[in-house]
């Protein structure tokens, strides 16, 4: 079938749109620095680790392990790590890139992510080295160039935000799917040494998500207010 050439135009914006989307949703893979630095067959180092961070005891139960994530979920993640993501992609909407590296810096302020700085880092900058080639995106390159020359850490929040905002996927799903994939992970790591079935997987994720639509509102509500 011939096209016109305008037909030919919207035909080519919408599979690039789509090769975007998707190669934007393959970088929204696995981020979360914890995962990235399992130290152990059965993952119980990092679990150890985090745990420490929220003063919970090593993961040793399916009891312990919920609420280690509910724990987990009220003093990092909704504290700390979803709102900088929404304000790491609030900046990249806006090419906004001095506010980006200030907002990188605020985060090498937080205490509570001293421990996880280095793995934070490695899973960011690696990210951005991914993002490298866009050389015609300048807030991407001010921000890798903050990096390399140290004016900026590349956290895996600023980077994962930055990159939902630059493949213009949705704010809310970006949020859930980093909130569905920490869980995940920690639950999955620790699986095999608790004896944890596929429902008993399940159940736990469902527990800890249950109420992230809801208590990400406020911070959705906010970006909202913030982009008019």
């Known amino acids: 079938m011939k096209l016109f050439p305008s037909q030919r135009v919207n035909r080519e914006q919408t599979i690039l749109s789509r090769t975007q989307s998707a190669e934007g949703l393959q970088l929204l893979g696995d981020f979360h620095p914890l995962l990235a630095q399992l130290g152990s067959v059965e993952g119980l180092l990092s679990l150890s680790a985090a745990a420490a961070l929220v003063r919970q005891p090593m993961v040793s139960s399916l009891e312990a392990l919920s609420i280690f994530l509910a724990a987990y979920r009220s003093e990092i993640l909704l504290p700390l790590e979803l709102p900088t993501i929404c304000r790491a992609y609030h900046h990249a909407r806006h090419n906004q890139s001095r506010e980006l590296v200030v907002l990188d810096r605020e985060v090498s302020g937080q205490p509570l992510l001293r421990d996880l700085a280095s793995a934070s ?108």
């Open 121 to 228: 880092r490695r899973v960011g900058q690696s990210q951005l080295r991914r993002l490298r080639p866009l050389r015609d995106d300048r807030l991407v390159q001010r921000y890798i160039q903050a990096v390399d020359q140290e004016e900026a850490q590349g956290w895996h929040t600023l980077v994962y935000g930055l990159t939902l905002a630059l493949y213009s996927l949705p704010l809310r799903q970006g949020l859930m799917n980093y909130a569905r994939k920490t869980f995940s992970g920690f639950v999955h790591a620790a699986a095999p040494s608790l004896n944890l079935s596929e429902h008993d997987c399940r159940q736990l994720l469902d527990v800890a998500s249950a109420d992230l639509p809801r208590r990400l509102e406020p911070m959705l509500a906010g970006e909202s207010i913030s982009g008019k």
